[in-house]
């Protein structure tokens, strides 16, 4: 008789599983001009909250001025295991100011958040 493994069938297992082996939570620091400088840059947390993207920018480190992006809502099954990443480097509006860049794990697209000088604005993806 094989012993019966109620861990492994069961969906808070999975769900922790799904956890450890696909983090939905991500920080990066980045100097992006919003009140930031290389020793007080902006820190930022990605989220994916039940299939939310969400993004909290704290600016030059002050939780004070913290604000949210809401982004795109994931559909699908798994999406909201599905890790969210982000990167500063492409300038999707060509305006030489680092642009909030969102990456869905599983998708070629990238989410552009155009940088303003002083917050990020409305999205642009990109092909």
Known sequence: MK????????????????CLLYPRTYQTDAVVGH??????????????LNGQVLVIEIPGGNPAKAQVYIGPRLFGAG???????????????GDGKPDLNIHIAGSDKIICYPNNGKTFTTTQQQP
């Not at 012993?3 to 297992?13: A, D, F, M, T, V």
């Not at 930031?36 to 989220?47: E, G, K, R, V, W």
């Not at 999406?79 to 509006?93: M, Q, R």
């Open 79 to 93: 999406e909201d295991l599905a890790p969210v990443t982000l990167s500063f480097e492409e300038d999707c509006n």
């Open 35 to 48: 009140g930031d400088s290389a020793t007080n840059p902006s820190h930022f947390i990605a989220l994916n």
């Open 3 to 18: 012993p019966l493994n109620i861990l492994s069938r069961s969906k808070g297992y999975r769900n922790l599983a799904g």
